[in-house]
């Protein structure tokens, strides 16, 4: 694997989380050809995995920080870590959870994980909670 972006950022500023969503999407693409499907979901995963650290893990005090990793798993194949410095969260429970069509299925309160999870191929949490990593194939889709 070859590491292709490791930074850290401190605060919640929206300027501060869109620079660093921008640098981490220039990586990728500087070494990942992606179809314009392929940059709309990386980019979604990002915006909520930063997000998900941010306000629910960080708890929006701008003196906490998020560590970033991407890394280049091979050819096809992408893996991204976030950590907050939040206490984390039980994920074990929040993903055994099955919402029947009732008012859940349309709150935004989670959402955004379980897009993520439906996104990429891998994904698993430390012990804590706090740390997230995605694996993610460049799936090449050729027009018919």
Avoid at 19 to 33: N, T
Avoid at 50 to 64: D, E, F, Q, Y
Avoid at 104 to 114: A, T, V
């Amino acid at each position: 694997m070859s590491i292709l972006y490791n930074n850290v950022i401190s605060g919640c500023e929206s300027s501060c989380i869109r620079k660093m969503i921008k640098d981490m999407m220039d990586c990728i693409k500087a070494v990942y050809h992606l179809s314009d499907n392929e940059e709309y979901e990386f980019r979604l995963i990002l915006n909520e995995l930063i997000a998900n650290g941010t306000v629910h893990g960080n708890k929006r005090l701008c003196n906490k920080s998020i560590t970033a990793r991407i890394e280049a798993v091979d050819k096809e194949t992408i893996s991204i870590t976030i950590q907050d410095e939040g206490s984390g969260f039980d994920y074990r429970s929040f993903f055994e959870k099955a919402y029947p069509c009732d008012s859940n299925l349309y709150s935004e309160r989670g959402r955004g994980l379980k897009l993520i999870k439906a996104m990429c191929d891998n994904i698993r949490f430390n012990h804590n909670g706090n740390q997230i990593q995605i694996c993610k194939s460049i799936r090449k889709s050729y027009p018919i």
